[in-house]
């Protein structure tokens, strides 16, 4: 597999999905087009709810939603934007995310899939009849009505054949045109000498024809084919969606107005203004404003850094408390965050080269065949002088061994266990992600946003007194910053009533401050109420003239990385965390969750170099990360997760997609996908057993028509039926 | 065996119908949602007539 094919199947390359919406420059949404995503929408009631409402609006054309995929599309006018429409969704009770129409539209409709199942369509159509007429003759049709039925099995097959098999005479083709051999190239050759020698056969009114077998055969190929490309395009939506999420919009200030733009548009020395809550949409310079910014997943650092004017940011922060001016520096892919995301492309050409089951199996069977054959063929030759013998002969040979079941082996497996990893709430991007899964014995984990859930927890509510506490509680709900949020959970909790507090104002990137009767109370940064700064993530209290109390927090812990990390040790994986943050908090966190092996402070080159040095020992390494930061060792990685709440390039770069937030499912996918590998070695034996009892009886000549129909669906059968053992639904 | 003059051509027109409207319900995008259309049957609204 080509590093091309690969970037298309992970839905466009890393380093374009890093910097937001420069790939959108050729698909401008189409105005008046609206897509959002409704991921609470479960029946008929939701459906006709949120159809009728939208349709109520004024300006709304039309409505329609769509429930296998939870989204609804809306044709409105130009002048109807998506907020309103979000704002419409959420009114009737359900939860709505605007979803960028320009990245949706770019593979709207599935064309290739579309094509396969015409063709197999077409196929099974003539397979049926084909086998009807081929019954008859086993059954004991004779002379005249024989060849009448062949010819008519002539005329279905050929046309069918010639249609149906076209994706396999164009694989072929390409490869013998490389000089290289692949499954295809005996395929082509079995299906063209199988219609060949049928007709051959026919004319000559003989008693063999492989009309049946050499359809069949299609028919069962693109059945696999189909199943693969089902799978995947499963994968791709999804992914796809979780990229649409972010809208790539800025607001940039033109002629001292906001005007709201697609972060394509945006040019060096633009002015852009960045809301509270809002990504950094380019790298640039701060001309006005303070606030601070949220650096984690460029960093891997939880603590919150001050942003004020003439401070350097980076595309990728988020800032958390005040409007930002920032002036453009740099812009799409000349971003710091673009250039971290070239790293990727570096690391992941090393991928590439990994050679699935499927394709060692190939570059085994494919020549075995063609020599088998060969040597059937120049053998009846040269014993009976007999062209039309050897041909037969090297006919049935071919399609005997035809890799029916070893064109179905891989993918109906890799649907099984995708499907139920999918239930699970796991997204299998890549098609050999499950094999590569199966050989992991080393686990990397990332701490913040992945082990982590990036959401702070006040650890020490009990050194305030309840005075104290019921004006940490009215400071904390006078601001959106995460910190405040945190206090104003932990004290909302324990039943702290907010004291009376009075002038509450907010100075973005200090904190809030307020009066108590007469007293100045402030709650914010170490430096701006005259605290020395600890070691841990904290924020400082400070009431009248007492001295300032230090408010810890902690990371909290995502739900099921208890579980996952526990159970990953007890399987016997080497588990490492290897963290951009400081030591105490690293240390805290593989303390707490028994990871011997940890590193702090590490910069994103040193990730992918540590991921690097293990693969160097021979560890086949897991890595699991959700920043910018971790993207390159992803990428380096012999296989990687991330969560759906990662940055787009750390999504793109790993093979594997977390939809939920709980972690625990990570050490069953270990398991299924090792039971997925048991079953297709599993299937390569049957398959290869078919051919060891079919194979003499070709090449002795005793191989009928009969005999080429009941081995080929045997083995298809048997190996369906032992790939959907994995999709049980019992754990 | 006259009789296979009709029935031949009879099954593979049948066979041919069944196969053309699969292809029309692949071409009219049937299979977009088929979770919704499972469910849009259970909806009180369009039963009497179809939607105008």
């Known amino acids: ?731 | 065996m006259t009789i296979l003059a009709y029935l031949i051509p009879i099954s593979l027109i049948l066979g041919g119908l069944g196969l053309a409207f699969f292809v029309w319900t692949v071409r009219s995008n049937q299979y977009d949602d088929p979770e919704g259309n499972a469910q849009r049957i259970l909806r009180d609204t369009y039963d009497d007539k179809p939607k105008r």
């Not at chain 1, 109390?549 to 990371?555: G, H």
């Not at chain 1, 897991?622 to 940055?647: E, F, K, Q, R």
């Not at chain 1, 770069?653 to 939809?659: I, P």
Request: charged share 20%.
């Open chain 1, 1 to 731: 597999m080509t590093v091309a094919i690969r970037h298309q199947a992970a839905m466009g390359c890393p380093a374009c999905a890093a910097a937001p919406g420069v790939d959108d420059v050729e698909v401008a949404p189409e105005a008046g087009q609206i897509a959002l995503s409704l991921p609470t929408i479960h029946c008929a009631a939701c459906i006709s709810r949120i159809e009728d409402g939208l349709t109520a609006h004024p300006g709304v054309r039309s409505a329609r939603v769509n429930l296998t995929l939870k989204r609804a599309s809306i044709d409105a006018d130009a002048d109807v934007t998506p907020a309103e429409m979000v704002g419409v969704v959420e009114g009737l009770g359900y939860e709505a995310h605007e979803l960028d129409p320009g990245t949706l539209n770019a593979t709207a409709t599935d064309k290739a899939g579309r094509d396969l199942l015409m063709r197999l369509a077409v196929a099974g159509f003539a397979m049926m009849n084909v086998m009807l007429l081929s019954v008859s003759v086993w059954s004991g049709a004779d002379d005249a009505t024989r060849d009448m039925f062949h010819w008519i099995s002539a005329a279905i097959a050929l046309p069918a054949v010639a249609f149906c098999g076209v994706p396999f005479y164009r694989n072929a083709w390409s490869a013998l045109r490389q000089g290289r051999l692949n499954m295809d190239v005996p395929i082509t050759l079995a299906v063209a000498l199988a219609v060949v020698t049928s007709l051959w056969e026919t004319a000559l009114s003989g008693h063999h024809a492989y009309f049946d077998a050499a359809i069949a055969l299609v028919f069962f190929l693109l059945a696999g084919r189909y199943l693969d490309h089902r799978t995947r395009e499963v994968a791709r939506s999804a992914a796809e969606e979780l990229t649409a999420l972010e809208v790539p919009r800025a607001w940039r200030i033109e002629d001292g107005t906001e005007v709201e733009r697609p972060i394509a548009e945006l040019a060096v020395g633009d002015v852009v203004l960045v809301r509270a809550g809002a990504r950094v949409p380019v790298d640039g310079e701060i001309i006005d404003g303070t606030s601070e910014l949220d650096r984690s997943l460029l960093t891997g650092e939880t603590v919150p850094v001050f942003a004020g004017p003439g401070q350097a940011v980076s595309a990728g922060e988020v800032n958390l408390t005040g409007p930002l001016r920032i002036r453009a520096s740099a812009v799409g892919a000349e971003t710091s965050l673009h250039r971290m995301a070239d790293l990727v492309a570096i690391a992941e050409s090393g991928r590439s080269l990994y050679t699935s089951l499927a394709d060692r199996a190939a570059k085994l069977y494919a020549p075995g065949v063609h020599i088998l054959s060969a040597l059937a063929f120049v053998g009846w030759f040269l014993y009976t002088f007999d062209m039309r013998t050897a041909l037969n002969i090297a006919a049935a040979v071919l399609i005997i061994t035809c890799p029916c079941a070893l064109g179905l082996a891989v993918p109906a497996v890799t649907t099984a266990a995708s499907g139920r990893l999918f239930r699970k709430g796991m997204l299998i991007k890549h098609e050999t992600a499950l094999e590569r899964l199966s050989e992991v014995d080393t686990v990397v984990f990332d701490k913040t946003g992945t082990l982590t859930a990036g959401v702070p927890v006040l650890t020490n509510a009990d050194v305030l007194d309840d005075a104290a506490r019921g004006v940490a509680l009215a400071l904390a709900q006078g601001s959106a910053h995460p910190l405040a949020r945190a206090i104003a959970n932990a004290l909302g909790e324990a039943e702290a009533k907010p004291a009376e507090v009075t002038g509450i104002a907010e100075v973005p990137g200090y904190g809030v401050s307020g009066r108590v009767g007469d007293l100045e109370v402030r709650l914010g940064r170490a430096a701006w109420v005259g605290a020395e700064p600890c070691s841990e993530t904290a924020t400082y209290l400070k009431i009248g003239k007492a001295a300032p109390v230090a408010l810890t927090f902690e990371d909290a812990l995502r739900p099921g990385a208890e579980e996952a990390v526990t159970a990953l040790l007890r399987a016997d994986k080497a588990v490492w965390l290897v963290s951009g943050d400081t030591e105490p908090a690293v240390k805290a966190l593989a303390e707490r969750l028994g990871i011997a092996a940890w590193h702090a402070g590490v910069l994103p080159e040193d990730k992918a170099r540590i991921v690097a040095e293990l693969s160097d020992q021979g560890a086949h390494v897991l890595m699991v990360g959700d920043g910018l930061n971790d993207t390159a060792a992803l990428a380096a990685a012999h296989v990687s997760i991330s969560p759906a709440s990662a940055l787009d390039a750390a999504r793109v770069a790993s093979d594997v997609v977390l939809l939920g937030t709980d972690l625990s499912p990570l050490a069953e996918a270990l398991v299924v996908a090792r039971k997925a590998r048991r079953r297709i070695t599993e299937n390569f034996r049957l398959a290869t057993l078919y051919n060891i009892i079919a194979v003499p009886l070709a090449v002795a000549g005793l191989a009928t028509p009969l005999i080429a129909a009941l081995a080929m669906s045997a083995s298809s059968i048997t190996v369906s039926l032992n790939a959907l053992r994995l999709s049980g639904r019992r754990a």
